[in-house]
DNA sequence: CGGAATAAGCTTTTT
DNA sequence: GCTTATTCCG
């Protein structure tokens, strides 16, 4: 494996701007709605925190300021970022807590603030609760047994599905045949069934005061077409800051606009080579129209000299776009020394790509480059099990964002359930959840529950669940009492939780450990309100992120989806499956547009990288995941963007299999013996694999 | 009515 | 592997 150069490394100067940044930061607002396009690695951050702070310079009030970012952790970054420049400014010390900025967050966190604040005067409850994904599509689900659609001979697509397809109703404002015709043709047939449903799902929501995602972006956008709140929203924003700009759907690009008046005060940021959200309904057409819509057009400003990559990884991932069809044409340039040729590694199988990895991180650390400086991306969040595996054995910790979540596995999801009932009697799918948690307690019986408004006091429980409901009841009660303190409360529903949990998981141990870690996170917060609601909109974004929270004062190795390694950048960047039917995955291959989608997310991912770049090609793969296969493994080919001219920009050489490892090979379980460390397969099972 | 056992379909990426 | 529907038994 080759080294890291120390003196290769480079941080992008923080106060020193180039005369393209100057000019985005020093834009005159006046002078009209400003859009900058920024490629990768072009300072684009700084770029957004300096103007951030010219602003305030020039006297605007920091809580006149909105500026709206993509996930959490971008504006976390922002706020950090923003607010060491006004410390600057300021000639204050560094240690002093930097200014907050108030309005800063994503648009369906600034979405659920405004409507706080606006609820009163548009006939929303003030205690409006939000749903998460799974709730979301446990209330899908719900409303469709109800509507009996699941009967009858002919299958009806699954909550999961159902929730998608609507979610893209909205984000897209588009009909629902189109959409049906377009991405989910064998649910065609179903169209009216499906906008029955959505109406029964539409009034759930409504008697539970109950607001999804979308329903934050759509209620928004309702209150702008309103004269009165829409003109008070303007009034408080004097300027509009919005990043990533290529990422934002129909709703967003409709609220970006409306929130001024012909653009005025808008500073848009964005770059067209790196849209990866299509699926959820984003579309590059608004970024590309986005200065033609403003009156007057804005001025469009081009970053192109970047910072971050050596000009070896920037010729490649330039090559790559060269294949591309339209857009903004720009071609990243970089003065850094040359660097190492990004690599191109075949592997056997993924086992071997696994300890390929593994030993090529470990290589790279012995050289002085922390695991926290390197990342390893993949397509999708199963594509890294077999790493994980492999990391686990090796005792190298790691953290992953992306792929299935903490908080969506059923022991956490219990637990919250019944703080949710806690803090919300009428919260009817916390009850749903939580009254089933007592044996004896089962559908019917909790469907009485609920028709019975979920008031616990008038309720009778069959005979057979008396005692389980007494109890659960009597939990209830001391939870409202307040008396338990946090978090306590939390300790007190655990301890109620924890022989259910015995009862009904198998693996009762290892989710019992993962709530520790939730009693860990929980402490962090003020409370069981702030804890509940936070949860809902900002969950920690890595499984044992926040959880984990020793972990932090360890190095630990980065494990990425790449759309969540979105703006991040690491001084070397692994990226796993390079093959066709990862990247490009399967069910992106069929139209053109989803094709191209997938090109950029292969450019994102490699223009992550500072100083190395390693693509991965495992030639066989252990199908487990597709259908009609079975155990049988396949052979794959380098990923259909690996083109001629494409490939002249790497090395190639190939991975030996894993010396001394049949430990690697997923398919051999007798492995826990010779010395090495206890492995916890069964964590690894019940894994997104 | 409740619940265990069985059968069958379905699996990307995220706020 | 997960969820969901169905079947059968107490």
Known sequence: MSTPRSSAIHRAPALELNAEQRAAVAHDPAAGPLLVVAGAGTGKTAMLAARVAWLVRSGVELRRILLVTFSRRAAQEMERRVGRLLLEDLGAPAHLPPPALPWCGTFHAVAARVLREEAPFIGLANGFTVLD????????????????????????????TCLAIHSRQVNTQRPLADLLARAWPWCAEREADLARLFEAYGAAKRTQHALDYDDLLLAWWHLMRTPAPAARIR????????????????????????????????????????????????????????????????????????????PAILAASNALMADAAEGFAKQLWSRRADGLRPRLATAADEATQAAGVAEAVLAARETGLALRRQAVLFRSAPHAAALEYELLRRRIPFVKYGGLRFFESAHVKDVLAVLRWADNPSAALAAWRAARLVPGMGPAAARRLLDGGGERARFQPPRAAAAGWRALDALLDALRGGALGWPGELQAVLDWYRPHLERLHADARLRWADLQQLLALASAHAGRE????????????????????????????????????????????????????????????GSAAELEEERRLLYVAMTRARDQLTLWAPQRFFVTQQRGWGDRHVYALPSRFLTPAVLEHFDLDSCAPATAAPAAAPAAPQDAEDGAPPVDLMALLRGPA
């Not at 509940?532 to 630990?556: F, I, K, N, R």
């Not at 070397?572 to 039917?581: C, E, F, K, S, T």
Request: proline share 4%; charged share 25%; net charge negative.
């Open 133 to 160: 994904r799974g709730d979301a599509e446990d209330l899908m689900g719900i409303a469709r047994q109800r509507a009996g659609l699941a009967e009858g001979d002919r299958r009806f697509p699954l909550a999961a």
């Open 235 to 310: 009034a408080r924003f004097a300027h509009v800051l919005v990043d990533e700009l290529q990422d934002v759907n129909r709703l967003q690009a409709d609220l970006v606009h409306a929130l001024t008046a012909g653009g005025a005060g808008i500073t848009a940021v964005g770059d067209d080579a790196q849209a990866i959200y299509a699926f959820r309904g984003a579309s590059v057409e608004h970024i590309l129209g986005f200065a033609g819509r403003c009156k007057p057009p804005a001025r469009v400003l081009r970053l192109e000299r970047n910072y971050r990559s050596t």
């Open 530 to 589: 702030r804890f509940v609601t936070e949860l809902a909109l900002d969950p920690p974004a890595a499984s044992s992120d926040e959880a984990g929270a020793p972990l932090h004062d360890e190095d630990y190795l980065i494990l990425s989806t790449i759309h969540s390694a979105k703006g991040q950048e690491w001084s070397a960047v692994h990226l796993l499956n390079v093959v066709d039917g990862c990247l490009p995955a399967d069910l992106a291959a």
